[in-house]
């Protein structure tokens, strides 16, 4: 009795079993006939990822996705999207583990290099030569520059030019005490003349970054003495500088009650709406501001490290490629490699892609022939400065993964006078000499 | 004949019911346990194809890192804070609503509820609480306590990390505390009752020493969920302000994940671990002495 039970459930798990070997096996007939009815091989459409870690604009790039697959019948893009609480090397490292990684993927430019032994390279293509800058890591390109970035003072023109009482220059404000002339102006024009995010990874990776970008030796090196511990940077110049325009920036703050409360959605309201003249952010700002306010005028100001008219640091914003794109060459096969490089050629040459580039995703592009106008006032302004050639480099791009999360809080700390400026000091050199 | 039959059946029914359990225990826990002590031996980023081989460096690294035992102390005064009022608030709760109030199972749901929301999810909710709500109540009232936010500062965002933990495992605590109330001897505390014992000796001569079963279970379950702390500390503090809350937890994640240092992670995370259990296992191995018999 007992053995008929445990065969009878036996029986029953074989049927079962063979009723789903059957589900399966009509389902390899049915691929078998579908390839066998359309005959050619090379119209089956190669599907390929794209991996987007710029997650505000990632409705737009799945539309730009699909007008690429309407123009290239054949080639189906799936855009793969990181969330904005993981980084982008996080999201592409675990679909690389996951044996499955994104034939193209978007990172932050300074993780390309972590992945330089699996990136296809690119010098052969033809957008290289089109590059307004040359993008290249050891000799060779790998990556695409999707965008090009930039960072400073952004400004409500009206606000200043109420302020100052006709129209503003941005021009006239080359040194710390012209900026700070300029905040007692806005001050009694009844405007908080600024309001500071307290923002992490803007505190470190873009404002404590600039005293690597302005420094007289090219940002690697100079991040090299920082590395072996012989960058002394309370003696600094430009550290100095820079931080003595910041001590201006906390005396101004609008949120100077309780500064770590000021969060990016805040800063960009403010500024948008005119209840503060001025941030500090960058170029990507734009779309939170234009929520508010979609038809103001903003421009950038640069950050003035020192009195000296003169200094072209004070007159410059810091500007890079801050996106970069890699094809995989590991898991991607030479069909999907080859669409991949279509995709990116019809970003750079197709019209339509330029269009998307420039109007959609409200970036910058890295090409020079790119002429499509940029209607954000930001980025016009952005670029006005990188044509006339007033740029310094985006250091945060050269700084290890971590920087923005440890140096980012030594900020906050000096933002809130929990540290003064020996402190901080000690703190930025003691985490250079820790990374390995 | 007979007799190894019986074995293999007694196999196959083995294998039949603790198989498929072993199995993913062993794929998900056990598998991924041992790699990643493996992976203590090596200096890995986790993409680059090479993974040179540093012995024990990685475990010096560890004991030399003055901000991983930072943290871990931290942690331990955390887990110290929310164990003790995780536990008192628990049971208090449990012993009211066990004493035959009106709409004691509204306040029972009413008090799990907490639990059922994610510690992520949680995070954010009182993130927001502390910085627009709390604030607003400090302006509105002129409370010195809420004119700021306590996010904002070292000490409090400390306390608010230990309220919302608390808020949220109170509700969880007090289901296994009632299980034990419910289930007291009726006899004796009759007899007690009978005796003239009053209300506070019958809690803390009767009550109190026959619930050490439960205290065993909740101070287990506080203490390795204290230990552990990761999504709380994230959607709460983001480890701020300016990293003065980063919980052991995530410091072995920003290590592992953000530096992208997976030997030197994998290393604290193991020091954490034998960390851990040791104190758990003591913690269970000097309750069971206190158990007591009705």
């Given at each position: 009795m007992k053995v008929s039970r445990f065969g009878s459930a036996l029986l029953l798990l074989l049927a079962l079993s063979v009723l789903l070997s059957a589900c399966g096996g009509n389902n390899a007939d049915k691929n078998a006939t579908n390839e066998g009815s359309s005959g050619n091989v090379s119209t089956k459409a190669v599907k390929i990822t794209f991996l987007n870690s710029k997650s505000e604009i990632q409705q737009q790039m799945a539309e730009a996705a699909a007008e690429f697959a309407k123009a290239n019948p054949g080639i189906e893009v799936d855009v793969i999207s990181a969330s904005e609480s993981q980084s982008p090397v996080e999201r592409a490292s675990s679909l690389y583990a996951a044996g499955t990684p994104a034939t193209m993927a978007m990172l932050d430019a300074g993780d390309i290099a972590k992945f330089a032994d699996k990136a296809l390279d690119l010098s052969g293509e033809k957008w290289v030569a089109e590059l307004a800058q040359p993008n290249e890591l050891d000799g060779k390109t790998i990556a695409f520059p999707f965008a090009v970035e930039g960072y400073g003072l952004i400004y409500n023109q009206k606000i200043l030019d109420q302020a100052v009482g006709g129209t503003f220059d941005p021009a006239t404000i080359n040194t710390t005490t012209a900026l700070e002339d300029l905040f007692k102006k806005i001050e009694a024009s009844g405007v908080a003349p600024i309001t500071i995010g307290s923002m992490d990874w803007s505190l470190g990776n873009h404002y404590l970054a600039l005293a690597y970008a302005n420094q007289s030796v090219p940002v690697e090196d100079y991040l090299g003495t920082l590395k072996s511990g012989d960058a002394k940077l309370a003696e600094n110049a430009v550290f100095n500088g820079l931080l003595d325009t910041f001590d201006v920036m906390k005396k101004y703050n609008k949120g100077i009650k309780d500064p770590l409360a000021v969060v990016l959605e805040q800063t960009a309201a403010d500024v948008a709406k005119g209840e503060a003249a001025m941030t500090f952010n960058g170029n990507w700002l734009i779309t939170e501001m234009q929520k508010t306010s979609p038809d103001g005028e903003f421009g950038f100001l640069p950050v003035p490290v020192s009195n000296n008219a003169g200094d072209a640091a004070n007159e410059s914003l810091a500007i890079g490629a801050t996106k970069q794109v890699f094809i995989d060459k590991?898991?991607?096969t030479p069909e999907q490699q080859d669409a991949a490089k279509k995709f990116l050629d019809w970003l750079v040459f197709d019209a339509a892609g330029q269009e998307i580039m420039v109007n959609k995703f409200n970036v910058i592009p890295a090409f020079k022939n790119n002429t499509t106008e940029l209607s954000n006032p930001l980025a016009k302004s952005l670029k006005a400065y990188n044509n006339a050639g007033k740029s310094i480099p985006f250091a945060g791009n050269y700084v290890p993964g971590d920087h923005w999360k440890v140096l980012g809080a030594s900020m906050q700390k000096y933002l809130v006078d929990k540290v003064d400026r020996p402190a901080l000091a000690s703190e930025v050199e003691s985490y250079w000499t820790s990374v390995k | 004949m007979i007799a190894e039959k019986n074995r293999m059946k007694r196999l196959g029914n083995q294998v039949f019911f603790t198989g498929p359990t072993v199995l993913v225990f062993t794929a998900v826990i056990i598998i991924p346990f041992l790699y990643g002590i493996y992976l203590t031996f090596f200096s890995w980023d986790?993409?680059?194809?090479s993974m040179p081989f540093v012995g024990g460096s990685n475990y010096v690294e560890v004991i030399q890192d003055s901000k991983f035992w930072a943290s871990v102390w931290l942690t331990i005064k955390y887990v110290l804070a929310t164990v003790i009022l995780i536990n008192g608030v628990a049971f208090l709760l449990a012993y009211l609503v066990t004493n035959g109030i009106k709409g004691e199972n509204f306040f029972r749901a009413a008090y799990f509820t907490p639990n059922l929301i994610g510690g992520l999810v949680l995070g954010f909710i009182w993130q927001f609480m502390f910085n627009n709500l709390f604030t607003a109540i400090g302006d509105k009232t002129g409370l010195d306590l809420f004119s700021k936010t306590w996010l904002g500062d070292e000490n409090l965002a400390f306390w608010a990390l230990v309220i919302v933990t608390v808020w949220q495992y109170a509700g969880y605590m007090m289901v296994i505390f009632i299980a034990g109330l419910m289930s007291l001897p009726k006899d004796v505390m009759e007899a007690a009752k009978i005796d003239g014992a009053n209300g506070w000796k019958r809690l803390s001569r009767m009550v109190l020493p026959l619930m050490v079963p439960s205290f065993i279970v909740t101070i287990f379950l506080s203490l390795q969920r204290g230990f552990m702390v990761y999504d709380v500390n994230y959607g709460l503090t983001g480890g701020g302000p300016f990293g003065s809350t980063v919980m052991a937890s995530m410091f072995v994640y920003d290590k592992a994940f953000i530096r992208f240092d997976y030997g030197a992670g994998q290393a604290q995370a193991f020091v954490l671990f034998l960390l851990a259990a040791l104190i758990t296992i003591t913690q269970v191995y000097l309750g069971k002495r206190m158990e007591v018999e009705a």
């Open positions: 590991t898991k991607a | 986790g993409i680059s194809s």
